[in-house]
């Protein structure tokens, strides 16, 4: 039988039995070797804290209204970083072919059938290891946070949160061209960002707050800045570190009020400008020339050239069954997790 992740109940996660979906035309059926987990999203399941779990989606009006949630406990089928191998074809798919081994979204789940069309274009290369295509949504947003904000060379930066997107982000704004002051709380997510590329790397809690040193050291403010930590006190410590008039993308996952964001302080004497950055859409401005499959394909090359080496961000690699111990340690805040990885019974034995 296939398996799901399955999110049961706040606090609650486990590896259930599925149906198997049938293989109808235009569809292919691809047995999950890998499944990476992106821990700002997924945590707001585990814990209950997701906009989807408590009021319902208004797609055409575009706003959350009170009601039945649009998603209830148990909820299946989180996920969008998975890698693996084409198992079945459709009678009328010519691409991918059975053996191909490609990336996509489709859920922390052993068995998919999905349309070949989606994934035609996403097939590995035989020499790659497979675990990168885990990065290729993770990559994707981060990519698009730095071009949200708006990075140019000599630029300087202030990315807030060096996670795994931020961390890639961070390599990105650097490939781009930009100084980057790398933000955290963890010793060990700063000495990597170093490694991937910030000229300098500063301590969240240090006196006075990242934001005044980063606008002392760089005499008058950062350009621009990224938050991917989700966490309001951070996003008002970005929105102090940049110049007058300066960027902010705001691009983590922020849950429930904003108490630490305080409108009335550097936001408005500063004239800030803060924008939305969210994996749905692209910067406005660079619509007609970007997308996300564009997104995805530079990321990847990217990370297959050697450009960004998101194979250094792997920490955890892990059995699917034990799915339920890695969101306890997420949850906890285990310093020692950057990106952890969901291994499923099809994928070959690691060397």
Same mark, same amino acid.
Do not use: C
């Given at each position: 039988?296939?398996?799901?992740?399955?999110?049961?109940?706040?606090?609650?996660?486990e590896?259930?039995?599925t149906d198997a979906?049938?293989?109808?035309?235009g569809?292919?059926?691809?047995?999950?070797w890998?499944?990476?987990i992106?821990?700002?999203?997924?945590?707001?399941?585990?814990?209950g804290t997701?906009?989807?779990?408590?009021?319902t989606?208004?797609?055409?009006?575009?706003?959350?209204?009170?009601?039945?949630?649009?998603?209830?406990?148990p909820v299946?089928?989180w996920?969008?970083?998975?890698v693996?191998q084409? *198992?079945e074809?459709?009678?009328d798919?010519?691409?991918?072919? *059975?053996?191909?081994?490609?990336?996509?979204?489709? $859920?922390?789940r052993?068995?998919a059938?999905?349309p070949?069309?989606?994934?035609?274009w996403? *097939?590995?290369?035989s020499?790659?290891?497979?675990?990168? $295509?885990?990065?290729?949504?993770v990559?994707?947003?981060?990519?698009?946070?730095?071009?949200?904000?708006?990075?140019?060379l000599g630029?300087?930066v202030?990315?807030?949160g060096?996670?795994v997107?931020?961390?890639?982000?961070?390599?990105?704004?650097?490939?781009? $061209?930009g100084?980057?002051?790398?933000?955290?709380?963890?010793a060990?997510?700063?000495?990597?960002?170093a490694?991937?590329g910030?000229?300098e790397?500063?301590?969240?809690l240090?006196?006075?707050?990242?934001?005044?040193y980063?606008?002392?050291?760089?005499?008058?403010?950062?350009?621009?800045?990224?938050?991917?930590s989700?966490?309001d006190?951070?996003?008002?410590?970005?929105?102090?570190s940049?110049v007058?008039?300066?960027?902010?993308?705001?691009?983590?996952?922020?849950q429930? $009020?904003?108490a630490?964001?305080?409108l009335?302080?550097e936001?408005?004497?500063?004239?800030?400008?803060i924008v939305?950055?969210?994996?749905?859409g692209?910067?406005?401005?660079l619509g007609?020339?970007?997308?996300q499959?564009?997104l995805?394909r530079?990321?990847?090359?990217l990370?297959l050239?050697?450009?960004?080496?998101?194979?250094?961000?792997?920490?955890?690699v892990?059995?699917?069954r034990?799915?339920a111990?890695?969101?306890?340690?997420?949850?906890?805040?285990?310093?020692g997790?950057?990106?952890?990885?969901?291994?499923f019974?099809?994928?070959?034995?690691?060397?």
């Amino acid at each position: 039988m296939p398996h799901i992740v399955q999110f049961t109940e706040p606090g609650r996660v486990e590896l259930v039995e599925t149906d198997a979906a049938p293989l109808s035309p235009g569809m292919v059926r691809v047995a999950t070797w890998y499944s990476g987990i992106s821990a700002g999203t997924e945590l707001t399941a585990y814990r209950g804290t997701n906009p989807y779990l408590n009021a319902t989606w208004d797609a055409e009006r575009r706003l959350f209204v009170p009601g039945q949630p649009s998603f209830a406990y148990p909820v299946q089928g989180w996920g969008y970083s998975e890698v693996g191998q084409v *198992v079945e074809v459709a009678d009328d798919v010519t691409a991918p072919a *059975v053996g191909d081994v490609v990336h996509g979204i489709w $859920g922390h789940r052993s068995d998919a059938v999905l349309p070949a069309s989606a994934l035609a274009w996403r *097939v590995m290369p035989s020499s790659a290891d497979p675990v990168l $295509g885990t990065f290729a949504r993770v990559g994707s947003i981060a990519l698009n946070a730095v071009l949200a904000a708006d990075v140019r060379l000599g630029e300087r930066v202030a990315i807030f949160g060096q996670g795994v997107i931020g961390l890639l982000a961070t390599r990105l704004a650097s490939l781009s $061209g930009g100084r980057v002051y790398a933000v955290d709380t963890v010793a060990g997510r700063l000495a990597k960002a170093a490694e991937f590329g910030a000229l300098e790397t500063v301590d969240a809690l240090r006196d006075g707050g990242a934001g005044a040193y980063i606008r002392e050291r760089t005499d008058g403010g950062a350009d621009s800045a990224i938050e991917l930590s989700g966490a309001d006190r951070a996003l008002h410590e970005a929105v102090r570190s940049v110049v007058v008039e300066g960027l902010v993308a705001a691009s983590g996952f922020y849950q429930g $009020g904003a108490a630490n964001l305080r409108l009335g302080e550097e936001f408005h004497h500063n004239r800030v400008r803060i924008v939305a950055s969210q994996i749905s859409g692209v910067p406005v401005g660079l619509g007609g020339r970007w997308d996300q499959p564009r997104l995805v394909r530079t990321v990847m090359d990217l990370i297959l050239s050697g450009a960004v080496d998101a194979g250094a961000l792997v920490s955890d690699v892990v059995d699917a069954r034990e799915v339920a111990d890695v969101f306890r340690r997420l949850d906890a805040g285990d310093p020692g997790i950057l990106q952890a990885v969901l291994r499923f019974d099809a994928a070959p034995e690691r060397s």
